[in-house]
């Protein structure tokens, strides 16, 4: 069941181990997919799987039935191809001026949202000798990507439509983690007339959160995200997804402060009372953001030590942070004691809250000097 897959730096000599269940990225793939009841589940794992690693998540979804999937860039597109040959791979961030051939020969299918896209990607395919597919996407909201909803109608009519095949009509939820707001009727709604203009298209529009809509804008692909590394798709109610990561770290030393004592950068934090800290190798370098830090004016981040609560003290710095341990028994918090940053109490999405963020930043910012153990999905 344990597979240790990476090893660059060993998890066994690495100060800090990320730990990524793979059977747990399945099962949430799984749920999602039974939960949407659209035909295709897609798996968006741009910025390497929002931090887990693309190959090895891109294998595990793979293996559990997978065979759609959506990246940013080019080059993520590269890697998802290469873990899984026969899969569909869409670049949502589209066409840039000469990218089309490097699409082409990797037989990889951009997401097409204005006419200069459409105009290089009719020329590809004239150069090809067939219509190649892409994804078309309009804006219902978002005004990021996308045809605007009044050049929908030019678009079903431009003559560059008919020399490509348009595979994918797509659209993103701007705000589906908020159901209590219009935003998302009001999406579905332009997407349907969008859908009226350019039929026979496959449909797409839920991303995590739209997947726990009511009704949910499943249409023809589904297309999850951070739900599937465990981030919780409907804030303010219980997780249904299984956590997929867990970032450990192990305390290097130990101190006892007498009321008053600042630590850290800056002295910005000061010891109440006489207080008992241990250090850990995680820091900003880390991907462990600054804005966690915990100050006299505020809280910052926490770590979980034999099951209780321990908040920083003092400023993140590049490489450490001090947690404040005094209310764990001292055999229990000493050099080479385990301190969990993510896991149990501690899931992505509180992590991100204390480092007033959101946990899709914390996951994507994943350092790159931790140690990685993959558990196997099979
Ligand atoms: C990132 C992204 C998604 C996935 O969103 P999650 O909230 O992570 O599920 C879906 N569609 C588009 C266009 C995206 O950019």
Redesign the pocket.
Same mark, same amino acid.
């Given at each position: 069941m344990i597979d240790v897959v990476t090893s660059s730096p060993s998890p066994e000599s690495a100060p800090a181990t990320l730990t990524i269940d793979l059977a747990a990225l399945a099962a949430n793939w799984r749920l999602l997919r039974d939960r949407s009841g659209a035909p295709d589940c897609a798996a968006?794992v741009?910025a390497d799987a929002y931090g887990i690693g693309i190959e090895p998540a891109v294998g595990a979804l793979h293996q559990a039935g997978c065979r759609t999937f959506?990246v940013a860039h080019h080059g993520e597109a590269v890697r998802v191809r290469a873990t899984a040959p026969d899969a569909t791979v869409y670049v949502?961030n589209g066409l840039l001026p000469g990218a089309s051939a490097a699409f082409v020969r990797d037989g990889i299918r951009p997401v097409i949202g204005s006419f200069d896209e459409l105009a290089d990607w009719a020329e590809a395919s004239r150069d090809a000798g067939r219509r190649l597919p892409a994804a078309i996407h309009v804006d219902t909201g978002m005004n990021r990507l996308g045809f605007q909803p009044d050049e929908v109608e030019r678009l079903a009519a431009d003559p560059r439509l008919g020399a490509i095949e348009p595979a994918l009509l797509m659209s993103?939820l701007t705000s589906a983690d908020e159901p209590e707001k219009p935003a998302s009727r009001l999406q579905v709604e332009a997407f349907d007339r969008a859908r009226a203009a350019l039929p026979g298209v496959p449909a797409s529009l839920a991303? &995590? &959160?739209g997947h726990f809509l009511d009704p949910t804008p499943a249409y023809d692909v589904a297309? %999850?995200?951070? %739900?599937l590394y465990g981030g919780n798709p409907v804030p303010g109610h219980p997780n249904p997804m299984r956590p997929v990561v867990r970032l450990e770290a192990r305390i290097v030393q130990t101190r006892t402060i007498p009321a008053g004592t600042p630590v850290g950068y800056g002295g910005a934090w000061t010891a109440k009372a006489p207080r008992r800290l241990a250090t850990i190798s995680v820091g900003y370098a880390d991907g462990y953001l600054r804005q966690a830090s915990a100050t006299d004016a505020h809280d910052g981040g926490a770590a979980l030590v034999a099951g209780r609560l321990c908040p920083f003290a003092g400023r993140v710095s590049m490489d450490l942070i001090v947690l404040d341990v005094t209310d764990v028994p001292e055999a229990e918090a000493r050099r080479g004691s385990v301190a969990t940053l993510i896991g149990d109490a501690l899931d992505i999405d509180e992590v991100g809250r204390r480092a007033g963020t959101i946990g899709y930043e914390m996951l994507t910012g994943l350092g790159r000097r931790y140690g990685r153990r993959y558990l196997d999905a099979a």
């Open positions: 968006v741009k959506f949502l993103h991303n &995590s &959160s297309r %999850a995200g951070y %739900a």
